[in-house]
């Protein structure tokens, strides 16, 4: 059972920049889709960013040309950079496969939080 730690969130003034790290407990990046989650308080959980098993990005409207999802392998490390943050980025981000966060809703990490505040 692989599972996922999250790490790199913080306060951020707005039009700042951060590098989120998801560390995985076994070499799999290049078996399955990775996504970046967040969720922000009172709302549902929204897939932000995906990266393929294959090397292809994809990304929500609300951060494309903004976030980038990357990996290193030989890390077993998803990253996720964040540039021209805002407030409405403010949400705690969670990186999980795309299959488990389909088919096992409830197995998920903590997370780490991001804030976009003035």
């Known amino acids: 059972q692989v599972h996922f730690v999250e790490s790199g969130g913080g306060l951020v003034q707005p039009g700042g920049s951060l590098r989120l790290s998801c560390a995985a407990s076994?070499?799999?990046?290049?078996?399955?889709?990775m996504g970046w989650y967040r969720q922000a308080p009172g709302k549902q959980r929204d897939l932000v960013a995906v990266?393929?098993?294959?090397?292809?990005?994809h990304y929500d409207e609300s951060v494309k040309g903004r976030f980038t999802i990357s990996r290193d392998n030989g890390k077993n490390t998803v990253y996720l950079q964040m540039n021209s943050l805002e407030p409405e980025d403010t949400a705690v981000y969670y990186c999980?496969?795309?299959?488990?966060?389909?088919?096992?809703?409830?197995?998920w990490g903590k997370g780490t939080q991001v804030t976009v505040s003035s």
């Open positions: 999980n496969t795309l299959a488990r966060a389909t088919t096992l809703p409830d197995q």
């Open positions: 076994g070499s799999i990046f290049d078996i399955y889709d």
């Open positions: 990266l393929r098993s294959r090397g292809s990005t």
